[in-house]
Nanobody, 123 residues
Framework: QVQLVESGGGSVQAGDSLRLSCAAS????????MGWFRQAPGKEREFVAA????????YYADSVKDRFTISRDNAKKTVYLQMNSLKPEDTAVYYC????????????????WGQGTQVTVSS
């Protein structure tokens, strides 16, 4: 089992940047492919990005490609999401999770979830 805690959210203006962190405790982080998801009010949780065990492989939703960058530091047991050129439509609660099975883009393939961190982008 692994416990995840997200941090780094906040309220920013459109065009600003934020870096989210996801700190893990318990099992070794390098055992897991890791993902970031987000959920806006009234909407389903959606895939944002995922990263392979060593960080060599990354995957992004089309809506964030070229603006967001996922990375990881297994020694620090932390996964990051660098978010640049933020837009109001990026407003959501952001969650990190450990992947265990299936397609990286679907929530059903993830088991351990953090509590989320709020990101609010105003125009």
């Amino acid at each position: 089992q692994v416990q995840l805690v997200e941090s780094g959210g906040g309220s920013v203006q459109a065009g600003d940047s934020l870096r989210l962190s996801c700190a893990a405790s318990g099992r070794t982080l390098s055992d897991y492919v890791m993902g970031w998801f987000r959920q806006a009010p009234g909407k389903e949780r959606e895939f944002v990005a995922a990263i392979g065990w060593s960080g060599g492989s990354t995957y992004y939703a089309d809506s964030v490609k070229d603006r967001f960058t996922i990375s990881r530091d297994n020694a620090k047991k932390t996964v990051y999401l660098q978010m640049n050129s933020l837009k109001p439509e990026d407003t959501a609660v952001y969650y990190c999770a450990t992947h265990y099975s299936g397609n990286y883009r679907y929530t059903g393939g993830y088991d351990n979830w953090g509590q989320g961190t709020q990101v609010t982008v105003s125009s």
